[in-house]
Structure formats: structure tokens, C-alpha cells
């Protein structure tokens, strides 16, 4: 080393383009060295830092990847069972719908049978009434007319 340090202080000529003395090794060796420094100090921790980061963020896509595939496969289960629900629910009100209407007739035609009871069971009693009346009005005019007929018999 001490041969190249007085290589360094020889007096070389000078105005040349390239000027190759001995501060070319040392400064080849000086950047060799700050590398390696950089590299110890700062070159290393960002490059771990960047590592772990794109580890974690990979890891978060994959985990993100996962729990969205599960939420579409949990969409499909919820969609189909709400489907499954709907027709369930349609085929419930349907079916009420039906129970609704057979009550309904059933309800009116006993309505109607109790409405044809009621005229019936009138009818008869007017028809009673209508005979007892003819058969008083018929007494009533048998004996009007049997009191004409005296009167007029009695004033001959």
C-alpha cells in the first residue's frame, strides 16, 4: 500500500484526458467501502422493511382473496335461501289464500242455508197466519151473511 501512496506523490504529467495515478485504486477502494457501509447501515434495514411490507401485504391480499370468496360463496347461500323463503312464503299465502276462500264459501252457503230456513220457517207461519185469517174472515162472513139473510127474512 505504501508503494501506490508513493506512485500517488510522484508527479505525473498533467493535461491529459485520462490522468491515471494513484488515486484511482483508492478511490475504487473508498466507494467499495462506503457501499459495503451503506449497504450494513442503511441498504439492509429498508430493503428487510420492504420485504416484511410487500410479505404482509401479500398476505393481506391472500387473506382478503380468502374472505371474499367466502362472503360470495355466503352471498350464494344467503341468495339461494331467500329464494327458498320467497317461494315458501308464496306457497304459505297461497295456500291461505284458498283456506280463506273455502271458508268463505263455507260460511256463506251456511249463511245462505240458515237465510232459506229463516224464509221457509216465515213462509210457513205466514202461510198458517194466511189460513187462520181465511178461516176467521170465512166465520166472519158466514155469520154476516146468515145475519143478512135473518134480517132479510125477518123483515119480509
Not at 501506490?4 to 491529459?16: D, N, R, V
Not at 260460511?107 to 232459506?116: G, V
Amino acid at each position: 500500500m505504501t508503494s501506490w501512496l508513493l506512485l500517488a506523490e510522484a508527479g505525473a504529467p498533467e493535461g491529459g484526458l485520462f490522468d491515471l495515478d494513484a488515486t484511482l485504486p483508492l478511490m475504487v477502494i473508498q466507494v467499495v467501502f462506503l457501499t459495503f457501509i451503506l449497504n450494513a447501515l442503511f441498504f439492509r434495514p429498508i430493503g428487510k422493511t420492504v420485504e416484511d411490507r410487500e410479505g404482509y401485504i401479500s398476505i393481506s391480499r391472500a387473506d382478503a382473496k380468502q374472505k371474499l370468496a367466502q362472503v360470495e360463496r355466503l352471498e350464494t347461500q344467503l341468495t339461494e335461501q331467500l329464494r327458498g323463503a320467497r317461494q315458501q312464503s308464496q306457497h304459505l299465502i297461497t295456500e291461505a289464500e284458498q283456506e280463506v276462500d273455502r271458508l268463505y264459501r263455507e260460511a256463506l252457503a251456511m249463511a245462505q242455508a240458515e237465510a232459506n230456513t229463516v224464509r221457509e220457517k216465515s213462509r210457513q207461519e205466514i202461510e198458517i197466519q194466511k189460513a187462520a185469517a181465511t178461516q176467521s174472515l170465512q166465520v166472519e162472513a158466514d155469520r154476516l151473511s146468515n145475519l143478512i139473510v135473518d134480517r132479510l127474512l125477518a123483515s119480509r
